[in-house]
Nanobody, 123 residues
């Protein structure tokens, strides 16, 4: 079992940057694919980035490609999301998810979620 705690959200102006962190408990962190998911008001949750167990493979949603970077440090049981050139449409609650898997043409969420961290981008 994995417990996840996100941090790093906040209010930022358009064009700015934030770095989200997700700290995981448990010895099995390094065995999980990790992902970041966001949910904007009135919208469904969407995956924005995932990273493989060893960090050697990443995936990004088209909406964030070139602006966001996912990384992980397995020695610290932590996954990060560096968000640059932020836009108002990036405003959402961002969640860390452990164990997502590719099903068909999209990611399906894994079983473990953090509590979420709010990111608000003002225009």
């Amino acid at each position: 079992q994995v417990q996840l705690v996100e941090s790093g959200g906040g209010l930022v102006q358009a064009g700015g940057f934030l770095r989200l962190s997700c700290a995981a408990s448990g010895r099995t962190f390094r065995s999980y694919v990790m992902g970041w998911v966001r949910q904007a008001p009135g919208k469904e949750r969407e995956f924005v980035a995932t990273i493989s167990e060893r960090g050697d493979s990443t995936w990004y949603a088209n909406s964030v490609k070139g602006r966001f970077t996912i990384s992980r440090d397995n020695t610290k049981n932590t996954v990060y999301l560096q968000m640059n050139s932020l836009k108002p449409e990036d405003t959402a609650v961002y969640y860390c998810n452990a164990g997502p898997r590719w099903v068909g043409s999209r990611y399906a969420a894994g079983d473990y979620w953090g509590q979420g961290t709010q990111v608000t981008v003002s225009s």
